[in-house]
């Protein structure tokens, strides 16, 4: 063999073993990333997850790996077995850890698939902020209160008025008048007084849909804090009611602001009055309403 061939085939075996460092160093660097840090193993989704998945069919679906404890998620899994029985709620997407929370029984998959509407009612369907809906905390089957609340509205009203106007008659000298009364049609403009009112019990909840969840980073400042988190964004909140009800949620919806109430049947028994500023501020005192600011 030439001194050609011995330098080629030197060449070849320095690249090779280049190569094969060089992978070693890449695949070594994520260790050395973590040493010194405190890591917990979980489960990461690696390709999409339908809701409703048996948590026995995401072998090969989810992968082990290594992340500081800083960095976990809340309420991860490290181990598919802790799962058994269960069913993802709402679908999975590649890179997020996987957690206990997005998982539940059959009985409640069902239900939140669909809860029946009872016969005679419509369904109709909120955008509502989490605040105005409990954070978030709503589920199908719930029973709610509808509160309607009303800023001023701007009011056009005509009237009709009585004028007494005096006339020329027909005098000599033209100077002598009669006082007559005439009729007239007025514009009178006005404004409502802000109000609220809970306007109908027992709504039934259907479904209730996320805009957005929070983000992990959001997790894990709320999970230091010990304070737990609300959505993000809208709540898609779907009710069934009577026709009538609809109406008068929808015309609220429409030009002032809905709230919604958990309720029971206890609840929904006790009566109450319109609220506006004076309200608000009266105080009953030997069971009369005192003065108030209007």
Do not use: C
Not at 171 to 181: L, P, Q
Not at 219 to 227: I, K, L, R
Not at 240 to 249: F, G, K, L
Request: charged share 20%; net charge negative.
């Amino acid at each position: 063999m030439n001194k050609r061939w011995i330098g080629v085939i030197a060449s070849v075996a320095l690249a090779v073993a280049g190569a094969f460092l060089l992978v070693r160093y890449v695949q070594g660097a994520d260790e050395r990333a973590l040493e010194g840090e405190e890591t917990v193993e979980v489960l990461v989704v690696t390709d999409p997850v339908p809701r409703g998945t048996a948590a026995e069919d995401l072998e090969g679906h989810v992968e082990s790996t290594l992340v500081p404890a800083k960095l976990q998620t809340p309420g991860s899994v490290g181990d598919l077995a802790t799962l058994q029985g269960s069913y993802t709620a709402v679908d999975l997407v590649p890179g997020e850890q996987l957690l206990a929370s997005r998982f539940v029984t059959a009985d409640d998959l069902a239900a939140l698939d669909q809860y029946p509407l009872p016969d005679g009612l419509l369904e109709i369907t909120l955008s509502l902020s989490p605040e105005r809906a409990l954070g978030g905390a709503l589920r199908p089957g719930d029973e709610v209160a509808v509160i309607a609340s009303f800023a001023p509205f701007d009011l056009a009203a005509e009237e009709t008025v009585s004028v007494q106007t005096e006339v020329p008659t027909d005098g000599a000298d033209g100077t002598e008048t009669e006082t007559i009364s005439l009729t007239e049609t007025r514009t009178v403009d006005s404004r409502t007084v802000s109000s609220t009112h809970l306007i109908i019990h027992m709504a039934i909840v259907t479904n209730i849909q996320v805009e957005r969840l929070p983000t992990t980073t959001d997790a894990e400042t709320a999970e230091q804090s010990g304070v737990d988190l609300a959505p993000t964004g809208n709540l898609l909140v779907s009710l069934a009611m009577a026709p009538e009800d609809v109406e008068r949620t929808i015309f609220t919806a429409e030009f002032g602001t809905v709230w919604l109430a958990l309720e029971t049947e206890t609840a929904a028994g006790n009566p109450t009055q319109i609220q506006t500023r004076g309200t608000v501020y009266s105080t009953e005192t030997n069971g009369v309403n005192q003065a108030s600011v209007k």
